[in-house]
């Protein structure tokens, strides 16, 4: 901040515009910058791609090569054996259709309630509207985890034990989804509800006619996030499913994780088939999430 | 509430209040949910806390003590101490990486930031279980790769599992590279909104990278840091299914977790009571946290 340094400290952005020697030294210490940030970001990138990566590989390899030494790369005989084994075994073509109705029923369900509820939280002023906007603030405290016991009774008495609806209903109401929608119709102006209204558009019409199509794309970066967070849940799926029919992808992992001798080459193909949807939901839409700026968000 | 509610706004009769009935209809859906899967369990886990009920049958009020009892329990001291522990080891480190991360994706220097983008971003996609299977196999003592490669540079292989304190250094690593993707992206949103003429200005003044990066990037983006360390310090104070995949709260007892030992109290022996007292515990420890950072933060601001 002070003018006391030397120039040579000089920024590469600013000396740009800088004549002369200096423009030119600049430049040099620019391009060390730009290789040293590049190397950096590349190390990190590795640390974070290697694991999936080996894992992945791994995952290919036919169960006697596992564990034999010198461990390779790349698998010397590539084979769907761990995918197959896992598929027909542990019964997971039926995991796969459980969690991702589940996933998609609470996603429209989730959407559906926080594009209401963030829309009236924007645009009406009431008392109790803010009121409830702080419950829902609250709810980030009180995570299910906690309230493990209470909430798996009160399921239990709504008769939804055993029920994908006791999985479904208590994962509906989300604060990041509010907040997010919420944020989102504050941008919006107001003179739009006006002038509707003026025009004699009924309150709930113009939130179905105009606000609801407007807000699309936030709608797509909640479903995706949505979509995530039930797809890895498991506690709750795990106290509130007893039918081993109705289990979801993450119940049947941790049973093979928890089985008295680990069978490693089923583990590796169900766990990189269970990665499978998230990834390629995400390599589709990513864009919505890059861009998404859930600045305010709150996570689930 | 909501009956009470609209008597209140009836009465004044100001402009934007007369819309009662449409604002109610659209949040209806939610209060019910809100009614029903969070002051419900609420109040029930409240009252329970204070009996002795396990779940079925008729129970009995027995005071304070299930909160007597559990701080008599030196198994919950451990849990305590070993989620605060994890949490302490796993916020700063995800904050650190997130936060250099997301520099390094913003700045123009750094080349092929758009791929290493999405390769920050897989991990997050991973769920806990399968992270938690992933590391397990990275770190296995016997067949895991690290070792294989340490042993390969001529070193001893490292008990990564049956040493309680390596195994919670492999959950804080793993903990810290699922979370990443997350913090990194409300980094990265933040850092893009710094005006980038303060950039200049500083530039101007001869101010290099780092004295720019403390002095004007870390100011202008605190409200987001204060917002991650708060998430995540929830998300590691209520983290079980990592441990579970990873090293099933091992070895033996030593890194159970809160989480944990809610469950096991509350559904493996019944004790609904004791495990709601419990929840109240780590419920208010949770909100002393959320208050502590809200105050700092304040005296931050304020400065």
Known sequence: MTTTEAPRKIDADSARALPGKRSRRASRGSLRGAVSATTLLWILAALYG?????????????????????????????????????????????????????????????????CCTGYALAKYDNKWL???????????????????APEFLVVRDLGLYNSFGGIILPAVLTATGCFMFRQFFLTVPDELVEAARIDGARELSIFLRIMVPISRPIMLTLAILSFQWRWNDYIWPLLMLNDPD??????????????????????????????????????????YVMSADINAGLKD | MTKRA????????????????????????????????????????????????????????????????????????????????????????????????????????????????????????????????????LFGENFGLINYVIEQLGGDPIAWQSNADLSLGVVVMAGAWWGTAFSMLLFIAAIKNVPTSYYEAASLDGAGPWRQFVSITLPSIAPTSFIVILLNTINAMKEYPLFLALNNGGPGTSNNLLVQYIYQTGFKTGQIGYASAASFVLMLILMAVAIIQLIVNRRMENR
């Open chain 1, 50 to 114: 290697l694991p999936v990566l080996w894992f992945v590989l791994s995952s290919f390899k036919p169960a006697g090569d596992l564990f034999s030494l010198p461990l390779t790369v790349l698998p010397h005989n590539p084979t769907l054996s761990g995918y197959e084994a896992a598929w027909d075994s542990a019964n997971f073509s039926q995991y796969f259709v459980n969690t991702a109705l589940v996933c998609v029923v609470t996603t429209v369900l989730t959407v559906g309630a926080s």
């Open chain 1, 246 to 287: 109705k289990f979801t992808v993450q119940i049947g992992i941790q049973s093979l994780v928890g089985a008295q001798n680990i069978n490693w080459s089923v583990l590796l193909g169900g766990s990189v088939i269970s990665m499978i949807p998230l990834i390629a939901v995400f390599l589709v839409f990513q864009r």
């Open chain 1, 130 to 148: 803010k009121f409830f906007f702080l419950c829902i603030l609250a709810t980030t405290m009180l995570p299910s985890e906690v309230m493990l």
């Open chain 2, 6 to 137: 609209s008597d209140v706004s009836a009465s004044p009769p100001r402009r934007r209040s007369k819309y009662t009935l449409a604002p109610l209809v659209l949040i209806a859906a939610n209060v019910v949910l809100f009614s029903l899967f969070f002051v419900w369990p609420a109040v029930i886990g409240l009252v329970y806390s204070f009996t002795n009920y396990t779940g079925v049958g008729a129970f009995r009020f027995v005071g304070l003590d299930n909160y007597q009892n559990l701080f008599g329990d030196s198994i919950f001291y451990d849990a305590l101490g070993r989620t605060l522990l994890y949490a302490v080891l796993v916020v700063p480190l995800n904050f650190a990486l997130s936060l250099l991360i997301a520099n390094l994706v913003v700045s123009k220097q750094a080349k092929g930031a758009t791929v290493a983008r999405v390769v920050f971003f897989i991990p997050w996609l991973i769920s806990p279980i399968v992270v938690g299977v992933l590391w397990r196999w």
